[in-house]
């Protein structure tokens, strides 16, 4: 049994459903002491654009202040933690994290979907055969990686790509080794597996157990029903032991 989830989302991303409350119940009625909210952080991009995928800015307080009470009321069944899931920029980083340390903050965990960014950069879950792109990918998911600020790098194979396997392996074991070097745990997306996606990869895991970095599991609940113990997700227990991915209580020092 695991006993921490770090990776749960809100309504507020807009492709998420369930209050947090339902999340909260799910959470405690499978055995977690600590859940650890970290929606899509909102992010300064110029006026006028506008991502169908992360709240907004002006929600900030909101889903702090929301968060705040329910940590309140359950603090004697579960421990209830505020962060983000955050996409490492080089124009919006900096000015992003003024914004968030103005709220109560525990912890934010690295989930770079684009590079260099939403605005001009490239979705790294696009299926793409260039190698250009798996370099630029972990390139910059380094870069995020060094700046020390975060618990986590979750799903870090969510590149797509679709290439021979020796150039992939040459390229994604990078990230696996500075985890190692920055003590900086990889996740296993258990959202992914439930939903049939591209990640987490057996080409990613069993490459990277060589190495034996630190590994988390992470709920990336978009819905209450996705909170649940490895064991009680159909297959996902057999993928874990498959490629030989240990882990323990997923508790983090955060």
Partial sequence: MILANYHTHTVRCKHAEGTEREYIEAAISEGFKVLGFSDHTPQPYPDGFV????????????????????????????????????????????????????????????????????????????????????????????????????????HPDLINYTGPDDIYCEHMSRIVEASIDLNLPLEVNAYGFVDGRWYPSDRFFKMAVEYSPRFVIG????????????????????????????????????
């Fill in 51 to 154: 991502s169908n995928i992360r709240m907004d800015i002006s929600e900030l307080s909101d889903y702090t202040d929301t968060l705040i009470k329910l940590r309140d009321e359950y603090r004697n069944e579960i421990k209830i933690l505020i962060g983000y899931e955050v996409e490492y920029t080089r124009k919006y980083f900096e000015p992003l994290m003024q914004e968030l340390n103005r709220y109560p903050l525990d912890f934010i965990i690295q989930g770079q979907h684009f590079v260099e960014d939403e605005v001009e950069g490239f979705y790294v879950g696009s299926k793409t055969d260039s190698e250009e792109r798996l370099k630029a990918y972990v390139d910059f998911t380094i870069e995020g990686m060094k700046t020390g600020l975060f618990a986590y790098l979750a």
């Fill in 219 to 254: 709920c990336d609940a978009h819905t209450p029903r996705i909170i649940r113990q490895p064991e009680h997700i159909k297959g996902f227990a057999e993928f874990l032991n498959r490629n030989g991915i240990e882990y323990g209580d997923n508790i983090l020092d955060i």
